[in-house]
């Protein structure tokens, strides 16, 4: 089966990271799996499957093998992209306009923003009583517009703008000044608008993903960042067997701000659920040190492919085609996890389960940019290795990558998540179950 066009369909039904943790959590329901809560203290069963999310922006997912395990097969990506964010108060009105009051949420390239349509999801907290109900909210309409001035108006715009967030990226909402954003999201929610009392509202673009070029080589999409790796990690997930360890798929809030929140990477969300496990086991504390001591992680975020028109950006041998499979990102300043070991032990798996894959390095003469694996390790240290799948366009709106790429992370993390690895003082096996 090519996963592309459900790929696709995932991707457009994920417009902020609660609907990501919620199309995630659909499709593990759908397998079988049972939902945790963390206020509980858990009662696992042998063959059990369960996910836990937390302030529904993260979520991970585990399955108990049918004896002791011996260690968690962590595959780790994440379930945010850069976007603008709508603030509290969110009206601008004047000049015969009511526009809407952004700010940018992660390192968003901006100028793929303008002059396209444009819409709001997120969730809302609706006060019922006493209670909170957080209830999902995506507009299906085409609400804003973010238009470009006139080049008449500013002869420079083709120099290279400076983009600045509170005068030139503001949303058109109307053209007239008493419209009013809650009222339209309470509307569509048909609830009372003085019932919403919180909101996290981002705006999304309303293409959706598509196959593009002759060959039906590429894919322009939303999202493809990070939502590429967290597709294959679940897909991979579902479909892998049943082996000595735990496999674990993490997929984390907050990576384009930096993971540090309730749920980010860098958060004690993961550390928490692997003791949360070994406690529901009936496993005594020590049992799960020495299961991290036979664990990996394979922290998943997407790669730079070679850029067309700009080749001489990426390093002069390491750079990563589109279509050519998944890169192991290095950095020696531990930006990335990726080391010897740890590229061994996943060179190894790509090996076994016939995925191809390539090697992203900067050049000597960039910084680059940072993931989630070395922010995860400050809670559970362990062997990681960090790989992406290439593309084009990371942090713009609508992104390019392959369509072939998807197939090998698949492969690839169905055989992991199958693995255990088993630690001999310093040399490693690779134990995958049948
Ligand atoms: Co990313």
Known sequence: MNHTQDMLDFLYACPTCFHTVHAVETRLEENGYERLEEKNRWKLEEGGKYYVTRNQASIIAFRIPRKDY??????????????????????????????????????????????RPLSAAGRVMVKEGNRIVSKLYCSEEDLFVIPSLAIH?????????????????????????????????????????????????????????????RHKDMILAAHIDDLMCGYGDLVGFLNSKDGDSVPVLAIFDNEETGSLSAQGADSTFLADTLAAINDGCGRDAMANRTAIAES???????????????????????????????????????????DALSAAVFRMICEKAGASCQVFTNRSDMLGGSTLGNLSERHVSLHTVDIGLPQLAMHSCMETAGTKDTEDLIQAMQVFFSSSVAAEKDDFEVKVSE
């Open 70 to 115: 011996t260690g968690y097969m962590i595959g780790a990506s994440h379930s945010d992209s850069p976007s603008l964010k709508i603030k509290e108060n969110p009206e601008l009105k004047g000049h015969g306009y009511t526009k809407l009051n952004v700010e940018k949420y992660g390192g968003a390239i901006l100028s793929g923003w303008l002059d």
């Open 153 to 213: 108006m500013n002869r420079k715009t083709n120099e290279g703008m400076n983009w600045n967030v509170q005068t030139d990226l503001c949303p058109l909402m109307a053209v007239d000044e008493n419209t009013d954003f809650l009222s339209i999201v309470s509307e569509d929610l048909r609830v009372r608008k003085e019932d919403i009392i919180g909101h996290d509202l981002f705006l999304y673009v309303r293409e959706k993903g598509r196959v593009i070029g």
């Open 296 to 338: 990996f992680m394979v922290s998943a975020d997407n790669a730079h492919a070679v850029h067309p028109n700009h080749p001489e950006k990426a390093d002069p041998v390491n750079q990563p085609h589109m279509n050519a499979g998944i890169v192991i990102k290095y950095n020696a300043n531990q930006h990335y996890t990726s």
